[in-house]
């Protein structure tokens, strides 16, 4: 099972205000595209990590939370981030966009080699803090939803669940969207978010803030 080794504690970049996006945010850049581990950053800045199925809304999620629409690419194709990328915020911490999982039309090597980078990228990665299990609120977790949340519990990383496009529902079907997520995950730790209202954004970061100022 995988150790968590501590960080010092981060500097008063964040400055909480009741924006929609309620960390201020001072930069925001592009790292890297890591195809392989030697490709990773080798600094020890904090790592969040976002993880779901392609085509979920992680890309737009990452974008949304740091109020940078183009700042990791968004495509209605699934499977097109085919690498880990890594995000320096305010030249403090990473935000992580992992592969999507679960589309069918990549080659099965491709899917093979993802996940194995994936895996080690998890198993290994000491400086990563919390992982952002994301899923759609208009449809029910999938299998692969359910074993990915597993394998994090199982191993020991800190995570929560964020229910995207709960822009798309109404007040009952968002309340339902939660609770069987909640059922089916088997976790209280779901945050219903929209990346076009900003709902959910200070929760969110709350608890990415949470994640770094505690290891």
């Known amino acids: 099972m995988r150790s968590l080794r501590s960080f010092p504690s ?7 205000s009741v924006a929609i996006h309620p960390v201020k945010i001072i930069s925001a850049k592009f790292i890297a595209a890591a195809q392989s581990p030697e490709s990773f950053p080798k600094d020890r800045r904090p790592e969040i990590v976002f993880a779901g199925r392609s085509n979920v809304g992680k890309s737009s999620l990452i974008n949304s939370l740091v109020g940078m629409k183009g700042l990791a690419r968004t495509s209605s194709t699934p499977g097109r981030t085919q690498s880990i990328n890594f995000f320096l915020i305010n030249d403090e911490f990473y935000f992580v966009d992992l592969p999507g999982y679960g589309y069918a ?6 899917r093979r080699a993802w996940g194995k980078l994936i895996e080690k990228y998890l198993a290994e990665r000491q400086q990563l803090v919390l992982s952002i299990l994301i899923v759609d609120a208009r449809h029910e977790p999938s299998p ?5 949340k597993s394998w ?8 929560l669940v964020v229910s995207t496009k709960v822009d798309k529902l109404s ?10 997520a909640e059922q ?14 900003g709902e959910g954004a200070k929760h969110i970061w709350n608890e990415i803030r949470a994640g770094i100022t505690s290891q």
């Open 105 to 110: 039309k990549t080659s099965k090597e491709n």
């Open 152 to 159: 994090l519990q199982h191993s020991g990383i800190p995570y």
């Open 144 to 148: 692969l939803d359910l074993q990915m």
């Open 10 to 16: 981060p500097s008063l970049w964040l400055c909480v």
């Open 184 to 197: 089916i995950l088997e976790t209280d730790r779901v945050i219903p978010y929209s990346s076009l209202t």
């Open 171 to 180: 007040s009952n079907e968002k309340r339902k969207s939660r609770e069987r």
